[in-house]
């Protein structure tokens, strides 16, 4: 085991500089896109105001092309959930998360209520795949030719999951986002085989090397928790990964766990400045770690993540969330849950300003549908501005 011992601060620069959230950079979006490894993306918007975030200059019509062209694709992976990620990497990372979709979506109580049986879902697929290969087609169309193929009415629940299961890319349907609600779907060319153990194991061994890079040092639990993977599997990929050469095993200052990480990744000093950021919701960073301290206070959790997940937009402050924001249209309204000097105040002003101006070519108001969220009680402390001014 290493002797480099890393402090907590440590670990949050050497996650802010993988995500390039210490300094915006010039990168062409689908290299930003494999630079920071995935963008969860069930919101259309914040893959988007991801990207603002970390590049500069962001033109978000690059994004839009390259969803058309699938060099970024969206699909369902970790966590369950919707992401945007390189195309290169969506194989691997659909193999290593094999065993979790399938036991999620096949063995969920209403897909079996269905009569379905992950053998029928099995029998289906290709059939299934091979009319969604010639052109995307719409859930409606997906859900009539599977009702056609199997002969009897299918519900909208066991459609749903059977989809989320198949290896199926989200087809752009649209302003401002390339992605409405009227969802579009298209075999993915590089699905893997399904149901191999093999396949699995290397796919997982591929996004354990994958996740790193984006945001390492991380401990096993760190990269079970950002891919709902079983821990086991997880420990089994590290061992082979350690027996190869590949890791460093490092010791943080505190805590038990073992700390994994590629070589020659940037460890950035504890004190390298942050620049204050608007991040988006469900920024990948705030849930990629089982210790969510890396980012996100323990005190200010349940103020950001809600009860049924919601994950707001935050105020990222020294590299830490220190607060939440909304935009109104008019201003971005930014709720800080501690006092903040002015000189924080002014930078974030300056950011909203661009930010409004970056919304106001799409949609000014995207996270709109979430406004139910801010008459929930916030700390005692918080303050609330608009911005910029106000």
């Known amino acids: 085991m290493g002797t480099l011992k890393l402090t907590a601060r440590a670990l949050n620069r050497a996650t802010l500089a993988r995500q390039l959230l210490l300094a915006r950079e010039p990168l062409d979006v689908v290299e930003a896109v494999r630079r920071v490894v995935a963008l969860q993306a069930q919101q259309p918007a914040s893959p988007y105001i991801a990207l603002w975030n970390r590049l500069s200059p962001f033109d978000p019509t690059t994004l839009d092309t390259a969803l058309t062209d699938h060099r970024l694709v969206r699909s369902t992976l970790m966590r369950i959930t919707l992401h945007t990620v390189h195309a290169d990497d969506y194989a691997p990372f659909r193999a290593a998360m094999e065993p979790t979709l399938r036991g999620s979506r096949l063995g969920d109580p209403r897909f079996r209520a269905s009569g379905l049986t992950p053998a029928d879902a099995d029998a289906v697929l290709p059939p299934l795949l091979k009319y969604a290969e010639a052109r995307p087609r719409t859930a409606a169309e997906l859900k009539t030719w599977l009702e056609n193929h199997l002969g009897t009415p299918l519900d909208t629940s066991a459609h749903r999951l059977l989809r989320q299961y198949a290896p199926l890319w989200h087809s752009p349907t649209g302003t401002p986002w390339s992605f409405n609600t009227r969802q579009s779907y298209v075999t993915a060319p590089t699905a893997p085989s399904l149901t191999d153990p093999e396949a699995a194991a290397e796919g997982l061994k591929t996004l354990i090397r994958r996740y790193l890079e984006g945001f390492g040092p991380a401990t096993v639990a760190d990269m079970a928790q950002f891919a709902l993977v079983h821990r086991p599997r997880v420990r089994a990929a590290i061992q082979a ?4 050469d590949e890791l460093e095993v490092l010791q943080p200052s505190e805590g038990k766990e073992p700390l994994y990480d590629l070589p020659e990744f940037p460890r950035p000093p504890e004190d390298t400045p942050a620049p ?12 990629a770690y089982a210790d969510r ?3 996100l206070p323990p005190e200010y959790r349940k103020h950001v993540t809600r009860v049924n997940g919601d994950v707001l937009p935050t105020l990222l402050v020294d590299g830490y969330v220190a607060g939440i924001w909304r935009p109104l249209g008019e201003a971005i309204e930014a709720t800080a849950f501690h006092s903040l000097p002015a000189h924080v105040w002014k930078a974030l002003s300056e950011e909203a300003a661009a930010l409004r101006t970056f919304l106001a070519d799409r949609d000014p108001t995207p996270y709109r549908r979430y406004d139910h969220w801010w008459a929930k009680p916030l700390p005692a402390t918080a303050e609330t501005r608009l911005l910029p001014g106000g």
């Open 293 to 295: 301290g890396r980012l």
């Open 276 to 287: 204050p950021r608007l991040m988006a919701m469900w920024d990948s960073p705030l849930l």
């Open 241 to 244: 990964l350690t027996d190869e």
